[in-house]
């Protein structure tokens, strides 16, 4: 158990619906990262945010957005839905804003992800 | 930008057999490389790591070397159990990003 929980673990929706993942981070983790694990792009880095605030950014579709709220919890907001949505989507948490480099690391736990299926 | 390339799976080996899944990377600045392991239905779990050129990660018998002049991470293990049997990923993180880039994954069947 990573200590990062997501909820909920399944979600079956319809094309052009809204939804919501919500991830609630290891306690004392500032930054909560989103991740896409999909058959054809593999896993892919969303978005990230530390401390309430967004701080980089990747491969995130204009229909999707997030927010961290200020106990920390993050939540992913899926909008227009399309059948290419469908994924796993992992949430992660690490202590601090930065990873990698120059010998320093903040590890990053994964929480076991919420399944969305779009039919 | 940066990227991950890691050996094609699913590799199929039987219980006691070396492994090696090799993985190359193209990073600006001074990246840190890691593997992950995914059981199934469950989330990412760190192996292990290596942060500097030359460094060698180890974990539960796995381990890879950092080689800067061939930018490879391998992931070795000397004689695996059925319960290795996942999916492996090489990733890493470069010099003022924060997020991790990962390679494809590689599948990783044990047999008894």
């Known amino acids: 158990d990573s200590g990062v929980t997501q909820t909920p673990k399944h979600l079956i929706t319809a094309t052009g619906q809204r939804v919501t993942l919500r991830c609630s981070p290891r306690s004392g983790d500032l930054s909560v990262y989103w991740y896409q694990q999909s058959l054809d792009q593999g896993l892919q880095f969303l978005i990230q945010?530390?401390?309430?605030?967004?701080?980089a950014k990747g491969n995130i579709l204009e229909r999707f957005s997030a927010q961290q709220f200020p106990d920390l919890h993050s939540e992913l907001n899926l909008s227009s839905l399309e059948l290419g949505d469908s994924a796993l989507y992992f949430c992660?948490?690490?202590?601090?804003?930065?990873?990698?480099?120059?010998?320093?690391?903040?590890?990053?736990?994964f929480g076991p992800g919420t399944r969305l299926t779009v039919l | 930008g940066n990227s991950v390339t890691q050996m094609e799976g699913p590799v199929t080996l039987s219980e006691e057999a070396f492994l090696t899944i090799n993985c190359t990377y193209t990073?600006?600045?001074?990246?840190?490389l890691f593997w992950y392991v995914q059981y199934p239905g469950e989330g990412l779990q760190l192996l292990l790591k290596?942060?500097?050129?030359?460094d060698k990660g180890s974990n539960k018998g796995f381990e890879a070397t950092y080689r800067k002049e061939t930018t490879s991470f391998h992931l070795e293990k000397g004689s695996v159990q059925v319960s290795d049997s996942a999916v492996y990923f090489c990733?890493?993180?470069?010099?003022?990003?924060?997020?991790?880039?990962f390679g494809s994954g590689t599948r990783l069947q044990v047999q008894p």
């Open positions: 990073a600006t600045g001074y990246p840190s």
């Open positions: 992660a948490s690490s202590v601090g804003g930065v990873s990698g480099g120059l010998g320093s690391y903040n590890e990053q736990f």
């Open positions: 290596a942060t500097k050129a030359d």
């Open positions: 945010y530390y401390n309430g605030e967004e701080r």
């Open positions: 990733a890493l993180t470069d010099t003022g990003r924060r997020a991790l880039t």
